[in-house]
């Protein structure tokens, strides 16, 4: 079973990345092997992501998924073709024990953060578990959520920034919250593109800017940041969920290069 250590074996940051949620094996195969090909030349340890259900959209007509056995065989399959971790979102206490059958590290999404129940769930699977800080938290707050997990029995905990709500329509990055969130001994993840979403639009299809992606990244690097969470895909316009604020996968390369050397450079 993969741990936090594993993650951090190298001096660079680690890496979650993929697309926002699975849409189909081929497509999850083809983003997963160009990722794995790039950070094992760089040596950035990877993760690869992929919601198996969205269970938080704006609209009722908005795509889910493709079936959660479905979606979490084909999360397995990327994790024995290239032997490298997965994680995933789960939503309720019940999804933990399905969902840690086939993958590596278990999400707990950023408005779900303060969920005793679905905590303990999965900290009771044994698996890492990655929670996203509320919209609405400081970084502080997270401490409490943390712990649920670690008093639940698990210490395999990491945290991760994804921006703080900034009026209706808008969420800022407060880069003080990341060593504030490390001092409580846990790895802390920056998530890029999620920090670059605008939620609330009146389409009630959530908006994005994903320009400022290689901006944010490069801050959080500097601030050092122990890993980064990127939602990417072969064609975002196209993309069934998120596509607004995800990295083109043609991008991610180059990025990840400029943010090595910042990381070297910090270090």
């Known amino acids: 079973m993969i741990t936090i250590e594993d993650l951090k074996k190298s001096e ?58 479905k979606a979490l065989k084909i999360l397995n399959k990327v994790r024995e073709t290239f032997d490298v971790p997965v994680v995933t979102d789960i ?38 578990v990655n929670i996203k800080k509320g919209q609405f938290l400081s970084p502080g707050a997270m401490r409490f959520a943390a712990d649920k997990v670690v008093e639940a029995g698990n210490a395999q905990v990491m945290l991760t920034e994804r921006g703080t709500t900034f009026g209706y329509q808008d969420l800022l990055v407060d880069y003080r919250g990341i060593p504030e969130m490390q001092s409580f001994g846990h790895p802390v993840v920056l998530d890029v593109t999620h920090s670059l979403q605008q939620p609330n639009q009146t389409s009630g299809v959530t908006g994005g800017m994903p320009a400022l992606i290689e901006t944010v990244a490069k801050a959080g690097v500097a601030v050092g ?21 995800m990295l083109k996968l043609d991008l991610l390369e180059g990025l990840l290069e400029k943010l090595v050397r910042i990381r070297q450079a910090i270090k």
Do not use: W
């Not at 890496?15 to 094992?40: H, N, Q, S, Y």
């Open 91 to 128: 939503h309720a206490p019940e999804e933990a024990a399905l969902a840690a059958e086939f993958v590596d590290v278990l999400q707990i999404p950023a408005f779900l953060c303060r969920q005793t129940d679905l905590l303990v769930a999965a900290a009771k699977t044994g698996k890492i």
């Open 225 to 245: 940041v122990d890993g980064l969470f990127m939602e990417t895909h072969e064609n975002p316009s196209v993309a069934k969920s998120d596509g607004a604020n």
């Open 12 to 69: 660079n940051f680690f890496l979650l990345a993929g697309p926002c949620v699975i849409e189909g094996e081929d497509m999850a195969l083809r983003i997963a092997e160009r990722v794995v090909k790039m950070t094992d030349r760089l040596n950035i340890p990877y993760v690869f992501k992929g919601s198996y259900r969205k269970a938080n959209r704006s609209r009722l007509d908005s795509f889910t998924g493709i079936g959660d056995e």
